[in-house]
Structure formats: structure tokens, C-alpha cells
């Protein structure tokens, strides 16, 4: 089990551009969640998925934010037109989903950081 | 919705020494999780302990514990024999999918 795994790590792009990262969950981890951490702060939950079903998304996800997972297994965040205030570094979680009331453990990777120019 | 507070934007704590950070937050509901995460200079979040809000027993894990006191809607996290190692910013969190205080520098002093 090599943890949840994020690529790149590091991401400069100009403004207007699009720029993809990708999560790879922990192994049998059927939920996986995108947040975004800016400096200084906690991080703010963006979407989360069950399998390759995405089951909630937060307001902050606006319309050039889209999340996927196509197979149940890795997700890309794609964010289009990127804006100076996407900058930010944005973690991938992933979990077991054992119901509503486990309070499964939530692992994280060590964050994509993206800066926008 | 759900909101977590940590009041205490940085704290410092002597090599050996007892330090604890304090958590509030709000909820209606009454069955819920709360955790407290680690997040070093290297910046992956690691979790440090949690709480099931229906046990009245405080979790304890090693030299970490909780003072859960689900009336006052408190997780204060307490760090016992503070090592070099305990450096890190510090986070509240609660529920499933994880809403997060602001955090706590903790500085560990030799």
C-alpha cells in the first residue's frame, strides 16, 4: 500500500489556461475526496466520490471545476481558466466507506500546489 | 451547517512539557466524528486521534489525548511529553467528509 498518490506536485500556469491533477487512492478505497487548502488556512471540501459515482459537490466547485473518476479507481480535477485566486494546493483523500455513522479514517496525499501567473 | 473554531493561531510548548489545543464547534447533530490531524512542514495531513461523539470515553492514543465534552460542543487535543517530532500545524476536524478549523501552529521549543 504506497498511500494515496497526487500528480504533479507542483503546477505553475499562466492565467486562462487549463491544468488537469490526478489522484490515486489507497487500494480498495472506494471514496475519494478533492479539497482545496490555501496558506494558512484548513482545507475546504470540494466533492467527494463513492466509487465512480460523484455524490456531493461543494458551492466553492464552481462551473470551471470538474472532478471525475471514471472507473472507480484514479480521479482528475480539472480546473479551466484558471484565475489567480485557483491558486492554492489541492489534496485528494481517499477512504473506506463502511456507512454514514463509521467515521471512516480519511488519508490524504501530499497535495498537488498550483500556482497561476 | 457545521462549523469548526481553533482560537489559537500559534502555540508554543517546552521539549517535555504539556500543551493543549483548544476546538470548538456547532452542529445539530448528535451523532458525529471528530478528529484531529497533523499536518508537518512536508504537508501530508496524517490524523492524529478521534472521537465518536456517542462514547463518553475520551480516545487517547499514546501521548495524545481528548478532552470531549460534547455539551459545550469542545475537542481539545492534549500532547504529552512534546517531542522536536510535534512541530506542525495542527487541525480540528469534524464529520464524515471533514470540515476543518483554521488550525494550530504548534512550535516545540529544545
Known amino acids: 500500500d504506497t498511500g494515496v498518490s497526487q500528480n504533479p506536485r507542483h503546477k505553475i500556469t499562466k492565467r486562462g489556461q487549463n491544468v488537469t491533477f490526478r489522484c490515486d487512492p489507497i487500494?480498495?478505497?472506494?471514496?475519494l475526496y478533492w479539497y482545496r487548502q490555501t496558506l494558512g488556512q484548513g482545507p475546504e471540501f470540494l466533492t467527494y466520490?463513492?466509487?465512480?459515482?460523484?455524490?456531493?459537490k461543494s458551492r466553492l466547485l464552481s462551473d470551471r471545476f470538474s472532478a471525475e473518476r471514471p472507473k472507480g479507481s484514479f480521479s482528475t480535477l480539472e480546473i479551466q481558466r484558471t484565475e489567480q485566486g485557483d491558486s492554492a494546493m489541492y489534496l485528494c483523500?481517499?477512504?473506506?466507506?463502511?456507512?454514514?455513522?463509521?467515521?471512516?479514517?480519511?488519508?490524504f496525499g501530499e497535495g498537488s500546489w498550483l500556482t497561476v501567473v | 451547517a457545521q462549523t469548526v473554531t481553533q482560537s489559537q493561531p500559534e502555540m508554543s510548548v517546552q521539549e517535555a512539557e504539556t500543551v493543549t489545543l483548544s476546538c470548538t464547534y456547532d452542529?445539530?447533530?448528535?451523532?458525529?466524528?471528530l478528529f484531529w490531524y497533523k499536518q508537518p512542514p512536508s504537508r501530508q495531513m496524517i490524523l492524529v486521534i478521534r472521537?465518536?461523539?456517542?462514547?463518553?470515553q475520551n480516545a487517547t492514543e499514546n501521548r495524545f489525548s481528548v478532552n470531549f465534552q460534547k455539551a459545550a460542543k469542545s475537542f481539545s487535543l492534549k500532547i504529552s511529553d512534546s517531542q522536536l517530532g510535534d512541530a506542525a500545524m495542527y487541525f480540528c476536524?469534524?464529520?464524515?467528509?471533514?470540515?476543518f478549523g483554521a488550525g494550530t501552529i504548534l512550535r516545540v521549543k529544545s
Open positions: 452542529t445539530s447533530e448528535s451523532d458525529y466524528y
Open positions: 487500494s480498495e478505497h472506494n471514496r
Open positions: 466520490f463513492q466509487n465512480e459515482a460523484q455524490l456531493e
Open positions: 476536524a469534524y464529520g464524515n467528509k471533514l470540515v
Open positions: 483523500a481517499s477512504s473506506l466507506a463502511l456507512g454514514e455513522a463509521s467515521g471512516n479514517t480519511i488519508y
Open positions: 472521537q465518536e461523539a456517542y462514547k463518553q
